[in-house]
């Protein structure tokens, strides 16, 4: 199975309606997906995890990706790498190879409401480049005037 396809149905007065679906690679990783409700009470969004994105010689991208029905339409709102690595040759290596993986996990949180946030997207990175390590932190903040997640820059954990 190359591709799955999530779609939505919504209330629409007294009858339910469906939505654009949204095609899911599904060939190299089965993706994941879970309702939570980010953004404002009594709405739920579709999160997808373990998507792969990308793969061939030397390349594997996974990403989470969040949905929200806006309107009447089907929007990703969040979308970014839960897993990356990246191979190239390199001759002066015992490997041969020159390599760099990123490993992210996601965690929510509701504690900074001056922001004008609904809720905050916390991500936790661990990059290995080389031989090198080390852990990013990023936060994401929802948008209302835009409609999606946007990143704040450096925050400690």
Same mark, same amino acid.
């Given at each position: 199975c190359e591709a799955m396809f999530l779609v939505p149905v919504v209330k629409q007065g007294v009858s339910w309606i469906t939505l654009n679906p949204v095609r899911l690679w599904a060939k190299f990783s089965e993706p994941t997906y879970k309702f939570e409700s980010l953004v404002?009470? +009594?709405?739920?969004? $579709? !999160?997808v995890s373990n998507q792969t994105v990308d793969e061939g010689t030397g390349i594997l991208q996974r990403n989470m990706t969040i949905y929200k029905v806006i309107g009447n339409e089907t929007h990703a709102v969040f979308d970014t790498p839960e897993y990356l690595h990246v191979a190239e040759p390199d001759l002066k290596s015992p490997t041969g190879q020159y390599t760099d993986d990123q490993t992210s996990t996601f965690t929510y949180s509701w504690d900074k409401p001056d922001h004008g946030s609904s809720v905050f997207i916390r991500e936790k990175r661990d990059e290995r $480049? +080389?031989?090198?390590?080390?852990? !990013?932190y990023r936060s994401y903040a929802w948008n209302r005037v835009l409609q999606e997640f946007r990143m704040l820059g450096d925050t400690p954990p």
């Open positions: 404002a009470p +009594g709405e739920q969004e $579709i !999160v $480049i +080389g031989k090198h390590r080390f852990t !990013v």
